[in-house]
């Protein structure tokens, strides 16, 4: 709940928010009980369970770092123990989207020009 107020935080009129807790709290008590309590703790660490359906379940740890430069936004870095199932998962995953991109046409510019062909003549 903490976490939650923290990121509605720097957004304090935004509809969207007042909405989704407006309905949270009409459907659950708790949830209202402990939205009154105007808790603010970010969490900015914690240890999750995922499941991917390609690879299974994964067990790993993120940090999440503030975009100062972009208002409202974090990165959230995920990572797993080294040796561990999850860490292999992880490769597993690197590897699965090295070839879906490999399968896909190269990406054209707006002019129907390839960014990645160098046009550069060298001096």
Same mark, same amino acid.
């Not at 990121?7 to 989704?20: Q, Y």
């Not at 100062?68 to 123990?81: K, N």
């Not at 992880?90 to 707006?110: H, K, M, T, W, Y």
């Given at each position: &709940?903490?976490?939650?107020?923290a990121?509605?935080?720097?957004? %304090?009129? /935004?509809?969207? @928010?007042?909405?989704?807790v407006?309905?949270?709290? &009409?459907?659950?008590?708790?949830?209202?009980? !402990?939205?009154?309590?105007?808790?603010? =703790?970010p969490?900015?660490?914690? /240890?999750?369970?995922?499941?991917? %359906?390609? @690879?299974?379940? &994964?067990? $790993?740890?993120?940090?999440?770092?503030? @975009?100062?430069?972009?208002?409202?936004?974090? $990165?959230?870095?995920?990572?797993?123990?080294?040796g561990?199932?999850?860490?292999?998962? !992880?490769? $597993?995953? =690197?590897?699965?989207?090295?070839?879906? !991109?490999?399968?896909?046409?190269?990406? =054209?510019?707006?002019?129907?020009? /390839?960014?990645?062909?160098?046009?550069?003549?060298?001096?």
């Open positions: &709940m903490g976490n939650l107020r990121l509605s935080a720097p957004f %304090p009129n /935004d509809p969207r @928010v007042t909405e989704i407006g309905q949270l709290a &009409m459907h659950s008590p708790a949830f209202a009980t !402990l939205w009154a309590r105007y808790e603010v =703790r969490r900015t660490s914690e /240890d999750k369970r995922l499941f991917h %359906p390609q @690879v299974g379940e &994964m067990r $790993l740890h993120y940090e999440a770092f503030t @975009v100062t430069s972009a208002r409202g936004q974090q $990165l959230f870095v995920y990572s797993a123990e080294p561990t199932p999850s860490a292999d998962a !992880l490769i $597993l995953l =690197r590897g699965i989207a090295a070839e879906a !991109l490999a399968d896909r046409p190269p990406v =054209r510019a707006s002019n129907g020009a /390839d960014p990645s062909a160098d046009t550069t003549t060298p001096r």
